[in-house]
């Protein structure tokens, strides 16, 4: 079971206005294998992000590889008391996920749900149809490559791993990565909604 939160049916509708977002690094501060609730802080305006995003039509979908479990470094519990101090602090905000589906799995396991994989996006309902006008947002190559492997929009923020992860982009790309990157989460945000006007 892979699920933490699922909104109602297999996946929004129209498909196309989704947002994939990883958690740590991107929504709340990164900890690294975080299985205290204590430890949970949302990245500045995150909240208030979210919320721009929901109120302007946009299906918005967690994707986390929480490999402490494969690890054995925090329990289902854990991840669950976490996962409800996340919502609870983006709730005091406005802000909601319609769902989202984490990967259990320590690297090397060979599953099919550990980001850039696609697992995830197919047990949320959004593998089938997904439209190029949707995105992917988060602070590691995993979470870009899940993007481009979709065909839709990637945005690489800098907080988290973000800037640690710029250097093995230089290296890969140079100059002109097929992705945006950003400052933060409100700044993908920002750019989302931005291009969303484009297109309409």
């Known amino acids: 079971m892979t699920v933490w939160k699922r909104g109602p049916g297999t996946g929004p509708h129209p498909p196309w206005k989704v947002i994939l977002l990883d958690r740590d690094g ?3 501060r990164d900890r690294g294998y975080l299985g205290d609730p204590g430890g949970v802080e949302l990245i500045p305006g995150a909240a208030a992000a979210l919320r721009r995003a929901h109120e302007a039509g946009w299906y918005l ?4 590889n929480q490999s402490g479990l494969g690890r054995g470094l925090f329990t289902l519990g ?6 409800q101090r996340m919502e609870d602090l983006l ?8 769902a989202f589906h984490y990967c259990p799995h320590a690297p090397g396991e060979g599953c099919e749900c550990r980001k850039p994989q696609p697992g995830l996006v197919r047990e949320a309902g959004l593998l089938e149809g997904l439209d190029h006008r949707s995105w992917m947002v988060g602070d590691k190559l995993s979470d870009v ?3 481009l492997r979709l065909g839709i929009g990637a945005i690489l923020v800098r907080t988290g791993y973000g800037e640690t992860s710029l250097q093995a982009v230089r290296d890969r790309w140079s100059t002109n990565p097929p992705f945006a990157v950003v400052d933060d989460l409100p700044a993908a945000i920002g750019l989302i909604l931005g291009a969303g006007e484009t297109d309409a």
Do not use: N, Q, R, W
Not at 61 to 64: D, F, K, N, V
């Open 91 to 98: 709730a005091a905000d406005g802000a909601v996920f319609d």
């Open 78 to 83: 854990d991840l669950a008391a976490v996962m």
């Open 26 to 28: 991107v929504v709340i």
């Open 145 to 147: 490559e899940t993007g």
């Open 61 to 64: 979908c967690g994707l986390s």
